[in-house]
Every structure is written in structure tokens, then in C-alpha cells.
């Protein structure tokens, strides 16, 4: 079984511990993605909303300690994907390899230089806003637009080839972002607003107009994102958001984006060898194992294989 992850906050969790990505704490560590035939994991560092620049304790302290440290510690449980190359090895790789990605656009603090350092730096996703405003867009928490410096990031964002995440962004935004957009975007940890009727879930109408694109959504398994207020969000409850989606005509766009370690998440798929219960529910349900693969790793990898060629 081969897993690609859209987003995780793991490795910001294990900065701010002083943990290592190994850590049996971490609802994602890296013994127990060695069972996987490939495992291949965008890992987030987040950047807070009042937070602007690159900051050494917001950016490049995490940074380096994928770098420097957790690379140079995982005793060959965790690869760097850097490239087309690296990424296809990856797919026949045993257990881990990672993939950098921001969650908070205040990390440009309004320059169109700090894309390029961002992407010099591997940084291969950026989630535009998080819950707030900031000098690209607005936040589901606020009322913001989308700039006119934000635009001028997403075409510098298309042309260095770091994909435009739209999850977090209020609903004006998100359309606003997909009027913009010349490329494919995507939802890195989204789910169904019609199911789960929460602000950072995606109506139809977006779910589609990012299927168009060519882009991604990727399941996201925070409680409240999955079931409503009293009710269980269990693996049945996971299962309807991508039915949905599925019956949207999102073969070809689903995929998974747990918000490991920076959600509160239910115990029935708190841990990645959890994965196989949800995995196995959905062929259960009558969904056959060709679109299950796609959606637990052939949507995402063919994205990022096409990013990282450059073709997007």
C-alpha cells in the first residue's frame, strides 16, 4: 500500500518539543511508515498569522531542522524529495520521504522575493493565508480579499513551480485565487461543506471548479472538518466526504491530507497503519481499488511529478 500526504504538521510539532519526526508521541512518525510500501509526506511549517518575514524561529529554525537534523538522524528512515527524480524514486522507496511545504502566506511579508527563497529553500506548497488576513488574501476567520500583491505572488508562485494551496481561504478569496490562477491549485486539507457543514470545508461548487483546474483536495481528518457538532467522525463519516466528492466526478482529484499533529483527530485514524482500516472501508463500500490508489497516492503523485518536471 502507497500513501501520499498533502498535509501534516509534524514537523512544526516536533520543533516546538524539541521531538524528533521518530517520536512515538507524533500521530505521524517514522517507524510506523516503514510498513508502507511508499510513504510520501508534504510536511508543513507553519507560520503564524502575526507573524511576517522570515523570522529564524518561524522559518528557517524548522527548516533546518528537516534539514539538518531530521534527515541526518532518521538512520535512513526518512528521504528528501528535491526533484522529478527523487520524487519517482520515492515511489518504489520502503517507509518514508518528505516533501517541504509552507502554511501561512505572511511568510512573503508582502515581497515577491521571498517566493524565490521559499522555493531555493524546497518549499514545494504554500497554504496562501491561515486563518486570518494577511498580505495576500483573506483568512476563513476574516474578511479579507485577495491583493494585488497576491496576485503578483501566485503568477511568481506558477512560475517558480510551488503549488497555490487554497484551503484556509475565506470564500471570496478562494473564488478571487481561482480567477487568478493560471495553473492547477489545491486544497491540501479540505473536506466537504456539504457533509460537514464548516467554513473550512469546500462547497460543491469549489470542489469542481478546482477539479477543472486540474488540482487537488485532499481529505482532511480533524474531527470537526468530518462529522458535525454530536456526531462521530469515524472512518463511515471520512468515507462520505470522498463519496461525495467521488460523485462530483473527483476520480481524479481526491486525495489524502490528514492535518497529522496539528488537529484534533479521532483515535480511529490517529496513526498512519490506521490508514489501511480507511483504505479498506472504502472497498468495502464498493469503490474500486484503481480509484482507492488514486486517492490514497496516484492523484498527487502524477501532480507532483508534473510540478517538479515543471509542467505546472
Known amino acids: ?29 517514522l517507524s510506523d511508515a516503514q510498513d508502507f510500501d511508499s510513504y510520501v509526506q508534504l510536511y508543513a511549517i507553519f507560520i503564524p498569522d502575526e507573524i511576517r518575514g522570515l523570522q529564524a ?26 526533484s522529478a ?16 511545504a509552507v502554511e501561512g502566506g505572511s511568510v512573503l ?18 497554504t496562501l493565508t491561515w486563518n486570518g488576513n494577511n498580505e495576500i488574501a483573506g483568512g476563513v476567520g476574516d474578511d479579507g480579499r485577495l491583493t494585488g500583491f497576491g496576485k503578483e505572488a501566485i503568477r511568481e508562485m506558477e512560475r517558480l513551480h510551488i503549488a497555490v494551496d487554497v484551503s484556509h481561504l475565506n470564500d471570496q478569496s478562494f473564488w478571487e485565487v481561482l480567477e487568478t490562477a493560471e495553473k492547477p491549485v489545491i486544497a491540501t486539507h479540505s473536506n466537504a461543506r456539504s457533509v460537514c457543514p464548516h467554513r473550512r470545508n469546500l462547497t460543491d461548487e469549489m470542489f469542481t471548479a478546482i477539479a477543472e483546474k486540474g488540482g487537488l483536495v485532499g481529505l482532511n481528518f480533524a474531527r470537526d472538518f468530518i462529522a458535525p457538532a454530536g456526531e462521530t467522525a469515524n ?10 466528492f467521488l460523485e462530483l466526478g473527483g476520480e481524479d482529484t481526491l486525495a489524502i491530507g490528514s492535518d497529522y499533529d496539528g488537529a484534533d483527530i479521532d483515535e480511529c485514524i490517529d496513526r ?3 490508514l489501511k482500516k480507511l483504505y479498506q472501508t472504502l472497498l468495502d463500500d464498493g469503490i474500486g ?3 482507492v490508489d488514486k486517492i490514497f497516492f496516484g492523484n498527487a ?4 511529478s508534473r510540478l517538479y518536471a515543471g509542467e505546472l
Open 109 to 126: 511579508h508582502g515581497s515577491l522575493d521571498m517566493v524565490t527563497v521559499l522555493a531555493n529553500a524546497g518549499v514545494r506548497s504554500l
Open 272 to 274: 498512519p497503519q490506521k
Open 235 to 244: 472512518l463511515p463519516a471520512m468515507a462520505r466526504h470522498l463519496e461525495h
Open 57 to 82: 524561529e518561524n522559518f528557517f529554525s524548522i527548516h533546518n531542522v528537516f534539514y539538518r537534523r531530521q534527515l541526518a538522524e532518521s538512520e535512513g528512515k526518512l528521504r528528501d524529495i528535491h
Open 85 to 100: 527524480k527523487t520524487l519517482a524514486q520515492a515511489a518504489e522507496h520502503r517507509g518514508m520521504s518528505g516533501i517541504l
Open 289 to 291: 481499488q484503481q480509484t
Open 301 to 304: 503523485f502524477r501532480f507532483f
Open 1 to 29: 500500500m502507497r500513501v501520499f500526504d498533502l498535509h501534516c504538521d509534524t514537523l512544526t510539532l516536533c520543533k516546538r518539543k524539541g521531538w524528533t519526526l521518530d517520536n512515538g508521541q507524533n500521530h505521524l512518525h
